[in-house]
């Protein structure tokens, strides 16, 4: 298993070791409150983001830094050819009449031209203002209107009819290019009188306090606010992240380091990568979905070194290995595989981190037949050459984090928001701890508040919400940010979330309870699609659980049942009630009695963005769950 000797060697370098160092605060009584990480990169004094494509061309202009998706496969994009690409752009909107400090908003899937896009508003001395692909007619007017943008780059046709339909609530349309109907070449023809000494002007005037972007949340509930965060913010985060984590991924496998990046880059979590992997010449690679079916085959294709994904991407590679062993007859097998790895994982970490004998003979003996048998397919389904992945956006299984650890990639878990222009805590590389998400990224503190609400400080911290001073107010306090999120700081500084502190269920007699342990858990098992814990002012906990449409076509296959059976004609179904079950009491093992679901009830259809009951980053839209499923939810309490 190559990534256990890399990590052994790794760990020998101390330079490396020390690169995760903390400080830790504790109370009178002794327990961990605060933990604070030095920066690991001086905080910057003078220049932007919008340098970065123009420093690479001057330093390494044939470096292979971005591979564009083309009919042919993946084309090579040098340092130059980008830098070059990126002026001929940011020319044509000085030439639209895009003055410095005007804003640009984007609205597109994740694709080269979105990379091109943002740098090329920032060389052009604007802000850009990202918008999800999938945004209502409503919500794209909300931000046209909020944020003063007075132009956009849509993806295609569609994208511009939901834009034709927000105009209408707005003074006047903003002036639009269409990047499937030749946005950058249309942009490129327009700026071509513009000389490009007006770029380097208006590049040189930015500084790290400047405005670079409005990145608007994607709201669980209540309108989306701006963030303002500033070229400082966004180099504090790329910066310390890479320098962290590049030189110890490097020493761990001797490869090139390249992405694939499918995030949407409206979210803050893939415009940082992107960031990052631009400023450390990491080549970057672009998928515009997320939906394993359709990201596998270009991840088999790109051959990434490592990604960065959400905890539904893994969950779902766990479940197509368990499918693809039960239509052969092994699902016993991939079971009996799954139950090594954990043991494995769990047994070998516990070595490396200094705590017990690691595996024994037997145990080493069933992980190595397994790998020959399981553990390999997992990691061809990812390309062959993946050693490691970062997962956020919510916890990640304990569980499945030892499988795949097993399975030799190592996922580290990060914490954060937008409001902290994205991880504020990750896991060491070294120091790898499954079910925490790490420590805070250099530069950074991180505080347990008295009622256990986190709390943020650092170079990422945004300034304020746009036009909204009075929630700015809210959750910043002497430069610490208030989250809303609760956690929990162990005897090292690691960061465990136990919950939001909106979303705590009071039960009638008294009981708080966080619903995320149990969600988390619970949507880990197939064949659950989503879920939402329910039990405010009520006797006990219970559950919506919707059916994961893959999970149970294959579910049916195993079953010889006809496979286009309705989902709805399954919610009462006594076997698929029972799966369900077991997944269930597997979700209450992580908490007490008095906290674990005692009723539960299928429900037809599922969770999704389009029927406006999941954010564009798949967090559930609680308030709007509860309103949609009223009366089961008043049924499981009868």
């Known amino acids: 298993m190559g990534v256990r000797k890399d990590l052994k060697r790794a760990k020998h370098r101390s330079d490396l070791a020390q690169r995760a160092a903390v400080e830790l605060i504790r109370d009178e009584d002794g327990t961990v409150r605060e933990v604070r990480a030095a920066p690991l990169v001086r905080p910057s004094a003078s220049g932007s983001t919008a340098d970065i494509p123009y420093a690479n061309a001057d330093e390494a202009p044939d470096a292979v830094i971005l591979r564009r998706k083309e009919a042919g496969g993946w084309r090579p994009v040098t340092a130059a050819a980008f830098a070059q690409e990126v002026t001929a752009v940011a020319k044509g909107l000085i030439a639209s009449g895009l003055e410095p400090g005007g804003r640009v908003a984007l609205m597109s899937r994740t694709r080269y031209e979105w990379t091109v896009l943002d740098f090329a508003v920032w060389a052009a001395g604007g802000q850009?203002?990202?918008?999800?692909?999938?945004?209502?007619?409503?919500?794209?007017?909300?931000?046209?209107?909020?944020?003063?943008?007075?132009?956009?780059?849509?993806?295609?046709?569609?994208?511009?009819?939901?834009?034709?339909?927000?105009?209408?609530?707005?003074?006047?349309?903003?002036?639009?290019?269409?990047?499937?109907?030749?946005?950058?070449?249309?942009?490129?023809?327009?700026?071509?009188?513009?000389?490009?000494?007006?770029?380097?002007?208006?590049?040189?005037?930015?500084?790290?306090?400047?405005?670079?972007?409005?990145?608007?949340?994607?709201?669980?509930?209540?309108?989306?606010?701006?963030?303002?965060?500033t070229h400082g913010n966004l180099h504090a985060e790329a910066a310390n992240t890479v320098e962290l984590l590049h030189p110890v991924f490097k020493e761990v496998t001797g490869q090139t380091a390249a992405t694939l990046l499918f995030l949407p880059l409206a979210h803050i979590l893939g415009r940082t990568l992107q960031i990052a992997c631009l400023l450390a010449r990491i080549e970057l690679g672009h998928c515009p979905s997320i939906k394993p079916d359709e990201l596998r085959p270009e991840l088999q294709r790109f051959r990434p070194t490592f990604v960065v994904g959400v905890p539904y991407l893994f969950e779902k590679i766990h479940d197509t290995g368990r499918a693809t062993a039960e239509k052969i007859g092994r699902g016993s097998s991939f079971d009996r595989a799954d139950r090594i790895a954990v043991r494995f994982g769990e047994a070998y970490l516990d070595k490396f981190l200094g705590g017990g004998k690691g595996p024994?003979?037997?145990?080493?003996?069933?992980?190595?037949?397994?790998?020959?048998?399981?553990?390999?397919?997992?990691?061809?389904?990812?390309?062959?050459?993946?050693?490691?992945?970062?997962?956020?956006?919510?916890?990640?299984?304990?569980?499945?984090?030892?499988?795949?650890?097993?399975?030799?990639?190592?996922?580290?878990?990060?914490?954060?928001?937008?409001?902290?222009?994205?991880?504020?805590?990750?896991?060491?590389?070294?120091?790898?701890?499954?079910?925490?998400?790490?420590?805070?990224?250099?530069?950074?503190?991180?505080?347990?508040?008295?009622?256990?609400?986190?709390?943020?400080?650092?170079?990422?911290?945004?300034?304020?919400?746009?036009?909204?001073?009075?929630?700015?107010?809210?959750?910043?306090?002497?430069?610490?940010?208030?989250?809303?999120?609760?956690?929990?700081?162990?005897?090292?500084?690691?960061?465990?979330?136990?919950?939001?502190?909106?979303?705590?269920?009071?039960?009638?007699?008294?009981?708080?309870?966080?619903?995320?342990?149990?969600?988390?858990?619970?949507?880990?098992?197939?064949?659950?699609?989503?879920?939402?814990?329910?039990?405010?002012?009520?006797?006990?906990?219970?559950?919506?659980?919707?059916?994961?449409?893959?999970?149970?076509?294959?579910?049916?296959?195993?079953?010889?049942?006809?496979?286009?059976?309705?989902?709805?004609?399954?919610?009462?179904?006594?076997?698929?009630?029972?799966?369900?079950?077991k997944a269930v009491d597997y979700a209450n093992k992580a908490v007490s009695r008095a906290e674990s679901i005692r009723e539960f009830c299928i429900v037809a259809g599922e969770f999704t963005e389009e029927n406006g009951l999941l954010t564009p980053s798949l967090k559930i839209k609680r308030h709007a769950v509860v309103a949609a499923y009223a009366a089961e939810i008043k049924a499981l309490y009868r």
């Not at 209107?145 to 046709?157: K, L, P, T, Y």
């Not at 499937?180 to 490009?196: C, H, I, K, N």
């Not at 070294?430 to 990224?441: A, D, E, K, Q």
Request: charged share 25%.
């Open 128 to 229: 850009s203002v990202p918008v999800y692909a999938t945004s209502s007619a409503e919500q794209i007017a909300w931000i046209l209107r909020d944020s003063g943008a007075r132009f956009i780059v849509v993806e295609n046709d569609d994208s511009a009819a939901t834009v034709a339909e927000a105009s209408q609530q707005l003074p006047g349309p903003p002036r639009e290019w269409r990047i499937d109907s030749g946005a950058l070449r249309e942009l490129t023809a327009l700026g071509r009188d513009v000389p490009d000494d007006e770029v380097t002007k208006r590049r040189a005037a930015l500084t790290p306090d400047t405005i670079a972007t409005l990145c608007y949340t994607s709201g669980t509930t209540g309108r989306p606010k701006g963030c303002v965060l």
């Open 360 to 581: 024994g003979p037997g145990l080493y003996l069933g992980w190595a037949l397994y790998d020959l048998l399981v553990y390999r397919r997992i990691r061809k389904e990812l390309g062959g050459r993946l050693r490691y992945a970062i997962s956020g956006g919510s916890p990640l299984d304990r569980r499945l984090s030892l499988f795949f650890y097993a399975a030799g990639i190592i996922i580290y878990e990060g914490y954060g928001l937008t409001e902290t222009t994205a991880a504020a805590t990750i896991t060491p590389p070294l120091s790898p701890r499954p079910g925490t998400v790490g420590l805070p990224v250099p530069g950074t503190a991180v505080r347990i508040a008295d009622d256990g609400e986190v709390l943020i400080k650092g170079r990422i911290v945004f300034g304020s919400y746009w036009n909204n001073p009075a929630a700015t107010g809210e959750v910043l306090h002497d430069e610490w940010f208030a989250t809303g999120d609760l956690g929990a700081l162990d005897e090292d500084g690691y960061l465990t979330i136990t919950g939001r502190k909106k979303d705590i269920l009071v039960t009638s007699g008294g009981k708080n309870v966080s619903p995320a342990v149990l969600e988390d858990r619970l949507r880990s098992r197939p064949p659950v699609g989503q879920c939402i814990v329910v039990g405010d002012n009520r006797p006990f906990v219970a559950a919506l659980v919707t059916l994961d449409p893959d999970a149970v076509r294959h579910w049916l296959t195993v079953r010889k049942r006809p496979v286009d059976t309705p989902l709805a004609d399954l919610c009462d179904d006594p076997e698929m009630v029972a799966d369900v079950g």
